[in-house]
């Protein structure tokens, strides 16, 4: 069993830069993939970015390529979301999930943290 905490969220002005955490306690293993979702107000949940945590591979979506970034580190167990030049359409609630495979659904959910970016 993996449980997911993020933090860092807030309100921030265009522009601007946050950075989210998630931090994982229990087993995990190299071959999960911890990753980031948004959801906004009256809209879908969407993938935001992954990251393969033994070999670093990422993926992100379009809306947040070359503004976004995720990383991990190993010794504590918790992924980043290095957020910068944020939009008023980044606004949402971010969750962090992760896998155990990179075939398997996303089995674990964070409870979200509110990113606000005000114009």
């Known amino acids: 069993q993996v449980q997911l905490v993020e933090s860092g969220g807030g309100l921030v002005q265009a522009g601007g830069s946050l950075r989210l955490s998630c931090a994982a306690s229990?087993?995990?293993?190299?071959?999960?993939?911890m990753g980031w979702f948004r959801q906004a107000p009256g809209k879908e949940r969407e993938f935001v970015t992954s990251i393969h945590w033994g070999s670093g591979s990422t993926i992100y979506a379009d809306s947040v390529k070359d503004r976004f970034t995720i990383s991990r580190d190993n010794a504590k167990n918790t992924v980043y979301l290095q957020m910068n030049s944020l939009k008023p359409e980044d606004t949402a609630i971010y969750f962090c999930a992760a896998r155990t495979t990179v075939f398997s659904t996303w089995n674990y959910w964070g409870q979200g943290t509110q990113v606000t970016v005000s114009s």
């Open positions: 229990g087993r995990t293993f190299s071959t999960y993939v």
